[in-house]
T-cell receptor, first 111, second 116 residues
Framework: GENVEQHPSTLSVQEGDSAVIKCTYSDSASNYFPWYKQELGKRPQLIIDIRSNVGEKKDQRIAVTLNKTAKHFSLHITETQPEDSAVYFCAATGGSYIPTFGRGTSLIVHP | SAVISQKPSRDICQRGTSLTIQCQVDSQVTMMFWYRQQPGQSLTLIATANQGSEATYESGFVIDKFPISRPNLTFSTLTVSNMSPEDSSIYLC?????????????FGPGTRLTVL
C-alpha cells in the first residue's frame, strides 16, 4: 500500500518568514495530493491540493509543488502569520477518495 | 462542500462501557468513513461504510470492537465497544467529495472521547 513520509514533525518560524513542509510517497499510482490544516481542537480542513498532471499550484500565500519522478511534494507558506500556527497534514490518494496521511507537521509562528 | 455534524462532540466514559457516535451529512453520499486520531497523531482510517453493505475495516480494526451502521445515505454510527483508556481519541467521520468538486474527503467536527 501507499506510504507517506512527512518532514519536519515540528517547524518553528518567526512571523513573516517562509515555511516549507515536505512529503514523499511510495505508490506511483497516486495521482492526487491534498494538504490539510488542523487547528487545535478542530477538524482537518483542506487548504490546497494538486493533481499529478500539474507541477505547481498557488493560492495567495500558499503554494504546493509536485515532483512525480522523485515522488515528493511540498507545501510552501510565505509571509507566515500567527494564525498559520496549526498542524499540517499531507496526503496521497490513488483515486479511491481514501487518502494516506503523513504524520503531520506542527507549525508554530512566533509573533 | 457537505455539511457534516457529529454527536456527541465529547464524552467521558468508564472502562468497559460502550459509546455510539452519530454522523449526519446534509446531502446523500455513497461513501462515509470513520477515522481515529490519537493525541498528537495523524488520522487512521477505521472503516469505510457504504449504504446497504457491511462496513469494510482496515487492518487492526474489527467489527466486534467498532460496529458500524449505515442505515441510509445521510447517516452513520460508530460504536466503540468495551472501552479501555487506550480508546481515548478523537473519532472523526468523513464523506466522499461532492460530484464536480475536489477529490478528497470532508471531515466532521470530531468526537473527543476520554475513557477513565
Amino acid at each position: 500500500g501507499e506510504n507517506v513520509e512527512q518532514h519536519p514533525s515540528t517547524l518553528s518560524v518567526q512571523e513573516g518568514d517562509s515555511a516549507v513542509i515536505k512529503c514523499t510517497y511510495s505508490d506511483s499510482a497516486s495521482n492526487y495530493f491534498p494538504w490539510y490544516k488542523q487547528e487545535l481542537g478542530k477538524r482537518p480542513q483542506l487548504i490546497i491540493d494538486i493533481r499529478s498532471n500539474v507541477g505547481e499550484k498557488k493560492d495567495q500565500r500558499i503554494a504546493v509543488t509536485l515532483n512525480k519522478t522523485a515522488k515528493h511534494f511540498s507545501l510552501h507558506i510565505t509571509e507566515t502569520q500567527p494564525e498559520d500556527s496549526a498542524v499540517y497534514f499531507c496526503a496521497a490518494t490513488g483515486g479511491s477518495y481514501i487518502p494516506t496521511f503523513g504524520r503531520g507537521t506542527s507549525l508554530i509562528v512566533h509573533p | 462542500s457537505a455539511v457534516i455534524s457529529q454527536k456527541p462532540s465529547r464524552d467521558i466514559c468508564q472502562r468497559g462501557t460502550s459509546l455510539t457516535i452519530q454522523c449526519q451529512v446534509d446531502s446523500q453520499v455513497t461513501m462515509m468513513f470513520w477515522y481515529r486520531q490519537q493525541p498528537g497523531q495523524s488520522l487512521t482510517l477505521i472503516a469505510t461504510a457504504n449504504q446497504g453493505s457491511e462496513a469494510t475495516y482496515e487492518s487492526g480494526f474489527v467489527i466486534d470492537k467498532f460496529p458500524i451502521s449505515r442505515p441510509n445515505l445521510t447517516f452513520s454510527t460508530l460504536t466503540v465497544s468495551n472501552m479501555s483508556p487506550e480508546d481515548s481519541s478523537i473519532y472523526l467521520c468523513s464523506v466522499e467529495p461532492p460530484r464536480g468538486g475536489t477529490d478528497t474527503q470532508y471531515f466532521g467536527p470530531g468526537t473527543r472521547l476520554t475513557v477513565l
